[in-house]
């Protein structure tokens, strides 16, 4: 469990109320990414405020009725996930640093000059996010800011990905919570609600990024999603 003086606050602001908790900010981090994290060891302590810095607790009825849970571990993983993360300059720095690289690296990977047919250098691909003034934010997976990269890139030196096509029939049972989440990893071409009550959808992925995107796809659906290369 992280200490006081070493948490960080997380707000969330919803009809009208306040809410804040004290969370580590790497597992608080990881948790705004969308992954598993121990909620226990994320808070420094197992209570939700309406000002954090002056102790000040909200009360465990207007927790369970704005928030939805009186379970504080719960309604902390909601004001994360649902509000803003208080990040220092120095952390935010560091998790942009490495979302930049990991980007540029995806970059550097799969897309080519088209007129040597080559791969760029990463440092390359870095030198030119920074000519480019690319803004690169942190809490946003780095396949959803390829794209918007790339774009940026294309002024200054050759460069391409290859894309592939993919049609994804998203059950009943999942198509209102996930489709908003698949939508994202992909353009969007087109969609249709069939007979059944599953929803198809057709995206335009980054070839390489074809793995990953089956991966998401299959863990949002737990694997009963149907995908198919058009």
Do not use: C
Request: aromatic share 4%.
């Amino acid at each position: 469990m992280v200490t006081v003086d070493q948490a960080i606050i997380a707000k969330l602001d919803k009809d009208g109320k306040h809410f804040e908790v004290l969370v580590d900010p790497n597992l608080a981090y990881d948790l705004k990414e969308g992954k598993i994290v121990s909620l226990s060891k994320m808070l420094a302590v197992n209570l939700v405020f309406t000002d954090a810095k002056k102790g000040l607790r909200a009360s465990d009825s207007e927790v369970a009725k704005i928030i939805g849970t009186s379970d504080i571990e719960q309604a902390a993983k909601l004001i994360i996930t649902k509000g803003e993360v208080q990040l220092t300059t120095e952390f935010r720095r560091k998790k942009t640093d490495e979302k930049k690289r990991q980007i540029a690296s995806f970059i550097s990977k799969y897309a080519i000059n088209p007129q040597t047919r080559l791969p760029h250098p990463m440092e390359r691909i870095l030198n030119t996010m920074d000519q480019a003034h690319i803004s690169i934010d942190p809490f946003t997976p780095a396949e959803q800011q390829i794209e918007d990269v790339l774009k940026a890139l294309k002024p200054i030196i050759p460069i391409s990905m290859e894309e592939l096509t993919i049609q994804v029939q998203i059950p009943t049972q999942y198509a209102g919570r996930v489709f908003g989440k698949v939508k994202e990893l992909g353009k969007l071409q087109g969609q249709q609600w069939l007979s059944d009550g599953s929803l198809s959808a057709k995206l335009t992925i980054p070839a390489g990024l074809k793995e990953n995107v089956y991966r998401i796809i299959n863990a949002l659906t737990n694997g009963n999603a149907i995908i198919e290369e058009k």
